[in-house]
C-alpha cells in the first residue's frame, strides 16, 4: 500500500471513531534532508503518531508542534533547518530545511438522537441543515426506519428488555464530537447512563423536573456520581418559549450550537455590546430623520 493511501485510510479510521488528529505534510524542501515533498505524518493528542517525516529531531519537533495546533484547533505553518553547526533550533545536521503544513482533521458532528419520537423527526431535519450527522436509535421498527427519518445519516434499532431495563450498547462511540439527545419515556435510565459513563460534548434529556429527578436518584444508587450528572442538561434546550414538537427541536438544536461554539445562549444585542445598545439614541441617526 502507498504512502499516501496507508495515511489516507488511518485518518479515516481515526475520523470514523470520533478522534481530532493533526496531519502534518512535508511541502518544500531545500537541499539535503531526510524525506521529500509529500512525506506525511498523523499526529494524536497523545502524542501517539502514524507514518513519518524521518525520525530524529524533526519528527520529534514536528509531533510537538502539531500536538500544539491539536490544542489551538488552528492549522500551523513550519519551517525546520538542518544547520551543519548544530545549536538549538536545529533539527540536524545535514543542512538543509524543509517546510511542514499542519492541518486539523475533525469529524463531523454528530448528533445522536435516543428515541425516534415526535420530537425526533424535526431535530434529525433541522440537523441535516446544521451540517450535523444525525443518528436515530430506537427499539422499534415502526419508529426507526428510513421513512421516518429519510435525511438521517443512519436510523438504528437496539434491542430493549422493559422487565429488566436493559438497552444493548449503543453502537455509536459518544465522543467529544458527538451531542447525545435523549428523548424517550421508555429506556431514559440505560440511556443516560451509557451516555454519561462516555465522553459526549453535551447531552440533553427531555424530562419534566419529577422524571429528571427520579432519574438521577436511581443512577446516584446504581453509583453514578452526582459530578457525572451534572453534564446533563435538563430540561434539554433554550428558552425559547417552545411548545410544538419543532419548536422543542428548535430550542435544543440551539443549545447545542451554543455548546458547540462556545455561545452564551443570550440575545445577540445584550452580547455585542454598546455598538448596538442605544441606536435609536444615536444623535446622529436622529438628524437623519429629524
Known sequence: MSEFLDISRAASEALARGETVCLATVVRVRGSAPR????RLLVWPDGKIHGTIGGGTLEWRVVEDARAALVEGQPHFKNYVFDTRGGPDS???CGGSVDVHMD????DPTLLIIGAGHIAQPLAQMAALLDMRAVVVDDRNEWANRDRFPTAADVIVVDYEPNTETLAPIP??????????????GYDLPALEQAIAQNPAYI?????????RELFKRLIAKGV?????RRVNTPAGLDLGAESPAEVALA?????????????GQFLRQVRGRKFENLLDDTALAGEHG
Open 172 to 185: 455509536v462511540p459518544m465522543t467529544p464530537s458527538t451531542c447525545v439527545v435523549i428523548t424517550t419515556w
Open 91 to 93: 533539527v540536524g545536521l
Open 225 to 229: 456520581s452526582p459530578e457525572s450528572l
Open 204 to 212: 440533553g434529556l427531555v424530562a419534566s423536573p419529577t422524571k429528571a
Open 36 to 39: 521529500h515533498t509529500g512525506a
Open 104 to 107: 486539523i482533521l475533525r469529524p
Open 252 to 264: 435544543i438544536l440551539a443549545e447545542v450550537l451554543a455548546v458547540q461554539r462556545s455561545g452564551s
